[in-house]
């Protein structure tokens, strides 16, 4: 498994440049704070809490963020801490509904938290990576210490549900964009499964091949007023 350290500190830089600037923003699944250190450099003012359920993560994120708070995503409320509803005006989850046991549920929890007007910025990985299905056609679907297919993950998503998943929470999804990561078998793992339609790569609809080669996809999602 990868380090402890660089678990939890890796800063996604295309989910920030997603993020809106905000005055109240929390992280949940925050690690060690790098991102919101990030965010805070570029929003001066905003005041930054993190959410991380890992002490020791904890213990480093509250060195780069205005507050942290140790507990369960899922199970603790924010008002157990002190925050009122509707006090912030932008969560933020990076590769973290992926973990939880009921992410429908927590996404609607925390939103109770969130202002009206307010925004969700989220990245989440893609089942429909021509990686996982080459796996599923081989029969296999192997879980590894991080990536895709990483162990730690309970739930999986597709662009399509995880639309669902933002819209039936009652967001309007303003930003939904795919973060690939081409590698040397990108390109030939395309052109075999575009033979399971008989057809060659460039015959085959780009919202397909956007699905197939897509890594995880960046959200950004606004509270109605």
């Known amino acids: 498994m990868p380090s402890t350290a660089t678990y ?29 250190e990030a965010y805070k450099q570029q929003n001066m003012d905003a005041r930054c809490v993190g959410f991380e359920k890992f002490k020791a993560a904890a213990a480093e994120a509250k060195d780069r963020c205005d507050e942290v708070i140790v507990g ?21 989850y990076g590769d973290v509904l992926e973990h939880f046991l009921d992410p429908w549920a927590a996404l609607s929890n925390h939103l109770e938290y969130l202002k009206p007007g307010g925004e969700v910025c989220a990245c989440i990985p893609n089942a ?25 993950h309970l739930r999986f998503f597709t662009k399509a549900t995880i639309a669902d998943m933002f819209t039936n ?32 790569v460039e015959a085959i609809s780009q919202n397909r091949i956007e699905d197939w080669s897509t890594f995880q996809y960046l959200v950004r999602a606004r509270k109605p007023v």
């Open 128 to 152: 429909a990576h021509w990686s996982i299905i080459f796996e599923l056609v081989n029969g296999t679907f192997t879980y590894r210490d991080s990536g895709l297919l990483d162990r730690t």
């Open 72 to 92: 369960d995503a899922e199970c603790d409320f924010l008002s157990n801490f002190g925050h009122k509803k509707e006090s912030f005006d932008l969560i933020i």
């Open 8 to 36: 939890y500190s890796n800063i996604n830089t295309e989910l920030l440049e997603v993020c809106p600037t905000a005055s109240n923003v929390i992280e949940f699944g925050c690690g060690a704070g790098r991102f919101l």
């Open 169 to 200: 929470a009652g967001l309007q999804v303003d930003i939904l964009k795919p973060r690939s990561f081409q590698t040397k078998n990108t390109q030939q793992g395309l052109s075999v499964l575009a033979k399971l339609f008989d057809k060659p």
